[in-house]
């Protein structure tokens, strides 16, 4: 189909929540997108952190179609061995002494992580315990709760009244003030993927975790965007050295194929209709999200995202200081970075320039460039990428 004849179907058909781009992407090989003339793009957004291993990965393809030829879903009314297998990986590959449940999403995810959350609440303490703390500039989904739960105001407006119990630190240092006699868990990203690709100090995030142990309330890490070896470990909270309570994952785990996780320390917090899922976890989402663990941990364990880590991290750090006027400063973890830009006019331009140079990069927060390429992308598909940001530079 033509690209026009399309965006005008999508304008028609599709409600107007997006501000699309209408190029028309046909095909993928690793960090490299096709669009329908033929023009290709070096991805360093990975639609959202979303395609760890890629596009057009052979392997994840292979693992897709094998399942799909057997089954793809029964529900969680039976037992399902990729679902089991996955959990297993999950806690072993991150050490965590955990146990798992498998949602849809990020939002989800988090869904699953507030209901532990007013569980524990209720059980721990004589008064009912169920404020839960999050940050300014936060970002944790769309559904009404995790709406609630973002702190960004600008967000909430048409769609109240909301849940009660969310309560917002302006940062780390703020949240021992917004403790009450009512609070039963914090929920945080280690580095805000929205808010502007802002890492926390570890040695903060340490002192909060010992700090929340002692108040016997709950520590539970976002980790949709960060997880799944983005930071360079499974999970950012292994980076900082924490032990959370709850941890939630999303975006990089299946690939693509939509999933969601919530990991707890609180093994026995659920009983069997507590919390629940038609799709979650199903014999499709968890093959493949077990597929992309092997492909990931191997890349791991032979220090290859070790220096692909090290290699970008140079790149943009080069980038930054030859257009220091243009770029404040290069932040970031692992292969989740940004750099930002003196002013949101400057970056609207370069993200627009980049784009029609042939590189795909995010925004995230008001004034930050954001970089969440493929963890599989190699030295050649990153030269060529700065590359074109280089070109489009000289010319910006
Ligand atoms: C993307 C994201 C979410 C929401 O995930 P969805 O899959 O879009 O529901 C939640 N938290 C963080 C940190 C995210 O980056």
Known sequence: MNAQTLKQM????VLHTYARNYTHFVKGNGATLYDDKGKNYIDFGSGIAVCSVGHGNERLAEAIYKQAKHLIHTSNLYLIEPQAKLAKKLVELSGYDMRVFFANSGAEANEGALKIA???????????????????????GRTISTLKATAQSKMHQYF??????????????????????VTCAVLLELVQGEGGITPFDKQEVQNLAKFLKEKNILLMIDEVQTGIYRSGELFASQVYGITPDVITTAKGLAGGV????????????FSPSDHGSTFGGNFLSTSAALEVLEILSALKQSGELERTITYFTQKLQNLQKAYH????????????????????ETLSAFLESSFKNGVLVLKSGKNTARF??????TKEEIDLGFERLESCLKAL
């Open 258 to 269: 939509p999933i969601g996780a919530v990991m707890t320390s609180l093994k026995n917090i």
């Open 325 to 344: 006027e243009i770029f404040i400063q290069e932040v970031g973890l692992g292969l989740m970075r940004g750099l930002r830009v003196k002013d949101a």
């Open 10 to 13: 999508d304008l028609d058909y």
């Open 160 to 181: 109240g009244p909301f849940p009660d119990g969310f309560v917002y630190a302006k940062d780390l240092s703020d949240i021992p003030n917004k403790i009450s006699d």
């Open 118 to 140: 007013r569980k524990f609440g209720e059980e721990n303490g004589e008064l009912k315990r169920y404020q839960i703390i999050t940050l300014d500039s936060s970002f944790h």
């Open 372 to 377: 969440l390429p493929s963890l599989t992308i």
